[in-house]
């Protein structure tokens, strides 16, 4: 049976589109400490679609600009690398972060809307509560692709299957019924895509982050944090929303009071909004864009 699933995600897995290289060369250079900004121009800049995306985001209706902004370069000064990266993470043709996530009852959106707040949560972690021990890009990549291992496995669940038992963690309640949790085959396409070691412990221990190694454990526990709070403020992935437990010993890594958490949920919200509807915007004119072309 186990043998049967490994079976199936290893063919998904194989079947699943390799990252770009531009979107590689993008998570490289913005989990570098001193990288400039020159460098993340000068990736995007050799990219027409992701440099269209770029500008459509900033000039959209949710940031209400006075004046447009037209080149690359102030577009990223004003935005902030990290969103670059969810843009380019957004676009891959694996689809991972907008995979339609039927087996969990969560459709495309609302995919992507929990990998987005989940970034946005976890590099708010990082600045303020990790004591430089993480960084903003680092966080902001491993909240978007914490849940990659979700598309694999979504489609082995059949309808009732998570209904009939309540009060399982729902991480024990996957393995229960595939041997296999979204985090171990999420880790296993990782692995594959050769993602840094940091990224691919914290997507493997991002439910159980006390069992991640030490290198990688403030990271975890971010990721851990955020997961939680995208999921308790609205933006979950379907039957799992608050089915996972957490685990408080969050505070022995970060430095968080609970006022700090509830000004965090605030501000969090806020950024949300207006990141996700600038996205939109930008992909939706895209999408209208490459259909004129197609129809030309
Ligand atoms: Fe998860
Ligand atoms: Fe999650």
């Known amino acids: 049976m186990l043998e049967d699933t490994i079976k199936k995600i290893e063919a998904q897995i194989e079947a699943i589109p390799v990252l770009s290289p531009v979107t590689s060369e993008l998570l ?24 269209s995306l ?23 000064l004003f935005l902030g690398d990290t969103i670059i990266a969810g843009l380019a993470l957004r676009r891959e043709k694996s689809g991972v972060a907008t995979a339609n996530l039927s087996g969990y009852l ?6 992507w809307a929990h990998a987005l707040k989940t970034a946005i949560a976890a590099r708010y972690f990082a600045k303020r509560f990790s004591g430089g ?46 041997g296999i949790s979204h985090a171990e085959a999420g880790y296993m396409l990782a692995i594959k895509w050769k993602l840094p070691a940091v990224m691919c412990d914290v997507i493997r221990w991002h439910h159980e982050p006390s069992v991640a190694q030490d290198d990688s454990k403030v990271l975890t526990y971010i990721i851990h944090l955020a997961d939680l709070t995208a999921m308790m403020s609205g933006s979950g992935t379907g039957i799992d929303t608050m089915r996972h437990t957490i685990d408080s010993n969050y505070s022995k890594y970060l430095s968080i009071s609970d006022r700090d958490l509830e000004l965090a949920f605030f501000e969090i919200q806020l950024e949300y909004n207006t990141t996700f509807n600038a996205i939109q915007a930008s992909f939706e004119s895209l999408k209208s864009y490459q259909s004129v072309e197609k129809n030309q």
Do not use: C, M
């Not at 001193?34 to 995007?44: F, G, K, M």
């Not at 969560?106 to 995919?111: E, G, I, L, V």
């Not at 909240?143 to 990659?148: K, N, R």
């Open 28 to 51: 490289g250079i913005i989990s570098e400490p001193n990288h400039s900004l020159h460098d993340v121009v000068a990736i995007v800049e050799t990219d027409a679609v992701l440099t």
């Open 54 to 76: 770029v500008l459509k985001t900033v000039n959209s209706a949710a940031y209400a600009l006075e004046r447009p902004i037209e080149t690359v370069s102030d577009a990223i």
């Open 106 to 111: 969560a459709d495309a959106d609302s995919n």
């Open 133 to 178: 021990k993480v960084r903003e890009g680092v966080a902001y990549t491993a909240g978007i692709l914490h849940d990659i291992g979700k598309s694999l496995i979504s489609t082995l669940f059949t309808d009732d299957q998570f209904t009939s038992i309540k009060d399982t963690e729902f991480i024990d309640l996957e393995k229960e019924i595939l």
